[in-house]
């Protein structure tokens, strides 16, 4: 890294929990495949690539990670590949995790089971080769009360096993449900330009408790699992081109301008395997620097 390289810390720091990390994070959900996420017909990732792109991601300032076990295509586990690339972990290093959702050895979606949560935090701590896991998310579908889920979360973290819990996929009553329970750290939701006033509201309502907002296909957008493909809004095309930017460090840069001043967050787990991409996200456009 030469002197003259912006890391991520050039957006800033926010809390997680006990920790404060760069602003801008790496998420793990492409990392083990080409194309779409979780499609199952899309070639690996070749193993040393994608152990050179969370290397390199580190090397640009990244300390926030978020994973699951449930990153996994036929031949590549997200966890795992975080594991080889990166273990012994860096003593600034937060990796987050989520559960919930479950697939079977093939792939396929399993329904959630309330009874598989111990387990899928027990094959996060195996796959990540550690003793307890930083940050837990709860990632759930739909409005249903989730106090027994977050109950059995809570009772992991009173064991050791997790050292802090967040929420993802919420609705806002789900949050205020979660923390009658035990302290939430973190909420991770679907936002970005064009976010619903539903969103913008619960951004809000994090900044106002101090809870970190770490968004979801910042980029990627309404393409989700398919990734950033054209940008289908043209005054996104118009702002790029008069920044001599793409549209895609336009839109990390909406969302960095996001949220209460006072409170350094949203805070994007971006999913780009480009180095070039990576580097861009270390620098974003005009990006609202903001300290704890
Ligand atoms: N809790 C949940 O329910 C949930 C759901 C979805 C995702 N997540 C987490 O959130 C993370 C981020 O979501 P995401 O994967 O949708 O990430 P994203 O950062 O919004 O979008 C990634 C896509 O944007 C492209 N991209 C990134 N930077 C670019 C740039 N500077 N120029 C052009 N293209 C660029 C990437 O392609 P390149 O690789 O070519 O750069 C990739 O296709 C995931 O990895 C995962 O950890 C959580």
Known sequence: MTPQTTTA?????????????????????????????????????????????????????????????????????????INRALAPYPHDLVITTKVGPGRDPSGHWLPHAPGQLRGQVQENLRQLGRDHLDVVNLRIVGTDSIAERFGALAELRTAGLIRHLGLSNIHPHQLTEAQAIAPVVCVQNMYGLGASPEQQELLDHCGRQRIAFVPFYAIAGTARTAGATTDPNPHVHEIARAHGVSTA????????????????????????TSPEHRRQHAAPVAGRTRHT
């Not at 193993?47 to 990244?62: K, P, T």
């Not at 840069?253 to 971006?270: D, I, K, M, N, Y």
């Open 9 to 81: 810390s050039a957006s800033g720091t926010w809390t997680l929990g006990d920790r404060t990390v760069n602003r801008i994070g790496f998420g793990a959900m492409r990392l083990t495949q080409h194309g779409e996420a979780f499609a199952a017909d899309a070639p690996p990732r070749d193993r040393d690539q994608a152990v050179s792109v969370l290397r390199r991601a580190l090397d640009l300032g990244v300390n926030h990670i978020d994973t699951a076990a449930f990153y996994f295509s036929p031949l590549r586990s997200a966890n795992e590949l």
């Open 249 to 272: 460090q336009i839109r990390l840069a909406w969302t960095l301008h996001q949220g209460p001043t006072s409170w350094p967050s949203p805070a994007p787990a971006t999913a780009t």
